[in-house]
Each structure stands twice: as structure tokens, then as C-alpha cells.
């Protein structure tokens, strides 16, 4: 399997090196050439997370250095529940994909996880530190600080803007000193990831840095997410005889490419639809045909908090026409207020606790029409621990949200901050 740049301007390069360098020469992101199949028939009976991983993933592998050890970083980064669980007092077949059971409580375990091992593997004795540039909006950096941690050939440097993520959220970006710096810009998230791209590009960084990206536009990172969507798939069809469709809180579009690469490589998946904040450039994009990025708008949501996600690149590259996008896509969108009154009307009816981002897609499932709710069984894609945002949940529910263990310990840590303008000079000075 080669990999190639989504823009079509640099060479074709193998699995290792994709990972390796996260970005293509020419600014674009890596997608595969062609897209593997898979053999469903394969795959056994409540199969777990790790083997589903290596079924579902070795045709992206086949050929690679990495092929022969990739039962073994399944085994190391996926080695915690991502449990499908039905929503009781529903009455239609709703389900919830739960991805917040992980080390920082969110569905970037996965991928920051996965994306670690297959490094730690490709480093070379006595080579030059990977400096790791990741931009953040909330839970991507706490989850990459987490996963590459004390590894003696990797710095992590975590850029996110200040005042623009939750308080827990920012104690589990700064909780880590070591080989992790964490960078406050007096900006937008927008501007942290033009900074992480600006800096890969600038010929003077990239020649004294070893740059590598955890964002999700590094291929390493979307891959594993494909792999509970597969698993959450196969597990609903089991259980209904039907294939799921999924309601995704989508900000940069990493975890809902991995769903339509999941769909593409054949597994149970019906629709697909994108639950967005107000920072609507995909919605109105589907809506209207004009690709309009712009400024993005803080929100109570604030992981989706992205005005030019990066991932439509790789939506493009499978979908080449609007007309195909809109076949395969759907996206909607959903105001702080009515974040709240969902966080509140649902735990009152079900007893269950989401976060904003969760909430999202509660309210778009709840303007689904009353037949497509009955008739298809739907799938809420919860990508965060609501404990991680108690400022906002508990408030409305009323009862204070139960704090995961391993959130617990990391909230008790020390913080280590660098105050920055959103400026590479500053960013570069910052590296030294």
C-alpha cells in the first residue's frame, strides 16, 4: 500500500513514512491510493477492540515495515472499552458509541495511543528527537502529552489558545512538563493550526526540528478511530440485523473521516451525519456548494470549535464532486442554547450525562424525523467524559458528574505554561 499527498503534488510514499513525516511536502494530506477491502466474514463474534484492529487495518499496513508488528501496537494502544450501549427509555434503537473510557477521557486515546506505538518503532538508535507540533482545541493535546509522555525520542509540543478551552480541559494540556511543552497562544484554535503548518513548511524549522504532527491530520491518527467504528458497526448489526447509522460531534472532521473510511472499506454503516457547532463552514458548504472558511467562534462545544477544518481535504479526495459529498454526508448544526436544554432534557429523560460536544449530536438526532428514527438504528458518537466539562454539566443537571480515576490524577498535577502571540517567530523562539 503507498500512501499520497491529497493535493496530488508530491511523491508517493509508504505507511512508515506518512506517519513519519505527517504532513506531505506540499502542504496536502496523505491518503491511500487505492482503499483496501476487508472480509467481514473474518471477523469473529464480539471480537475485541485489538483484533478488529488488526483485520480491519492490515490492508493499510500490507507491505510496510510495520505490517509485521501491528498486533502488537494494537495490543499496547487499544487496550481499553469502547462500548455500543443502548439508550434505555428510548423507544427507537438508539445507541451510544462511548468513547471517553481512556486515559484523558476522550475518543483521542485512540488515536494519540496508536499513533505513539507506531513511532516508538520507527525511531531510529541515536537519531535526533521528534519534535511532535500539535494544535488543540480541547482533548487532542492532553491525549498526545498523555500517549508520547516520558518516550526518550519524542518532544510534544502542544499549542492551544488561551481562554478558549475548558478548565479541565487546559489542566490536562499543562499537567506534564518533561518532554512536553505547552504553548498558550493569544489566538484562536484556527491560528494554533496555521502555526503547526506554517512551521512544517519553513525551511529554517524544518532543517533544525525533526517535525512529526498528532494532529489529526497525521494518517496515524485516523486510522485506529476507523477501527471502533468498524467494531461499534458490527456490534449494532448483531444486534439488530441493521446498519448503523452515526451521529458524529464533528470539528476538524478527523473522527468523522474515520467513519467514512470505515464505510468504505465495507463495514455496516448506513448515513453519516455531522452534528457541528455554530462554526457552520461544513454545513453551509453542503448547503450552498461554496467552500467558506472563516474566523472560528467559541462555544460551550469548544473541541469543535474550528473554522477551516483541515480533514475536508481527505472528504474531497474520496469525494471528488459535491454531488458525491452530499450523497455520503449530511451535517447540521446546534447554538450554545440549545446545547444546554439538550444536556438537561435527555439526562432528565434517560438519565444520561453528555458532554456539549455529545449533546450535539443528541439535538440532531432529535430533529430527525419520527419515521427515520424508528425505521434505522442510530448511533450517538460521544467523544468526551462530561466530567470535562462539570462547569458547564453540572450546572444544568443539577448533581455533580463522577470524575473518572485516571482524569483525577492528572487534574491533581502541577500546570506548565508558555504565554505566546500567535506568531511563528514566537513559536520558533519558543522550540529553543
Known amino acids: 500500500m503507498k500512501f499520497t499527498s491529497s493535493r496530488g503534488g508530491a511523491p508517493q510514499v509508504s505507511l512508515s513514512q506518512a506517519l513519519a513525516q505527517g504532513l506531505a511536502p506540499d502542504g496536502g494530506l496523505y491518503v491511500p491510493t487505492a482503499m483496501p477491502s476487508v472480509a467481514l466474514e473474518a471477523f469473529p463474534i464480539r471480537s475485541s477492540i485489538p483484533q478488529i484492529a488488526r483485520l480491519s ?58 499513533l505513539a506505538e507506531c513511532q516508538q518503532r520507527l525511531q531510529s538508535p541515536g ?79 524544518s532543517r533544525k526540528h525533526r517535525f512529526s504532527s498528532a494532529n489529526s491530520i497525521n494518517i496515524g491518527r485516523l486510522l485506529p478511530q476507523a477501527v471502533y467504528y468498524a467494531a461499534s458497526s458490527l456490534e449494532v448489526e448483531r444486534r439488530t440485523r441493521a446498519k448503523a447509522s452515526y451521529i458524529i460531534p464533528a470539528g476538524n472532521l478527523g473522527n468523522a473521516f474515520a467513519a467514512v473510511w470505515a464505510r468504505a472499506l465495507g463495514f455496516p454503516i448506513a448515513r453519516i451525519v455531522l452534528a457541528h457547532n455554530i462554526n457552520r463552514t461544513v454545513p453551509d458548504y453542503l448547503e450552498t456548494g461554496i467552500w467558506r472558511p472563516r474566523p472560528s467562534i467559541a462555544t460551550l462545544a469548544s473541541a469543535m470549535d474550528v473554522g477551516n477544518p483541515s480533514n475536508m481535504e481527505r472528504m474531497r479526495a474520496l469525494y471528488p464532486t459535491l454531488h458525491e459529498m452530499r450523497e455520503h454526508l449530511s451535517a447540521d448544526s446546534v447554538d450554545d442554547a440549545t446545547i444546554r436544554r439538550r444536556i438537561g432534557e435527555d439526562f432528565m429523560q434517560f438519565g444520561r450525562e453528555w458532554c456539549p460536544h455529545t449533546a450535539t449530536a443528541a439535538e440532531v438526532y432529535r430533529r430527525l424525523g419520527e419515521r427515520d428514527r424508528r425505521d434505522r438504528p442510530w448511533v450517538l458518537v460521544a467523544t468526551a467524559h462530561p466530567a470535562k466539562f462539570n462547569d458547564v454539566v453540572e450546572p444544568i443537571i443539577g448533581k455533580p458528574v463522577e470524575v473518572p480515576h485516571a482524569l483525577e490524577r492528572l487534574l491533581k498535577l502541577p500546570q506548565h505554561i508558555l504565554d505566546l502571540p500567535p506568531t511563528l517567530k514566537a513559536v520558533a523562539a519558543a522550540l529553543e
Open 127 to 205: 537519531s535526533t528527537p521528534l519534535t511532535i507540533l500539535v494544535a488543540t482545541s480541547g482533548d487532542t493535546g492532553g491525549a498526545v502529552a498523555a500517549a508520547f509522555h516520558r518516550r526518550a525520542w519524542a518532544r510534544v509540543v502542544i499549542l492551544y489558545p488561551g481562554g478558549l478551552v475548558s478548565p479541565r480541559q487546559e489542566r490536562q494540556l499543562t499537567c506534564w512538563g518533561d518532554n512536553v511543552l505547552s504553548l498558550r497562544v493569544d489566538g484562536t484554535f484556527d491560528d494554533c493550526q496555521g502555526l503547526v503548518k506554517k512551521a512544517f513548511r519553513d525551511p529554517i524549522l
Open 57 to 114: 487495518l492490515d490492508g493499510f499496513f500490507a507491505g510496510d515495515g510495520l505490517h509485521e508488528e501491528l498486533s502488537a501496537i494494537a495490543d499496547a494502544a487499544l487496550n481499553f472499552p469502547a462500548p455500543t450501549t443502548p439508550v434505555a427509555g428510548a423507544g427507537d434503537p438508539l445507541f451510544v458509541l462511548e468513547l471517553y473510557h481512556g486515559p484523558t477521557a476522550a475518543f483521542k486515546d485512540f488515536g494519540a495511543r496508536f
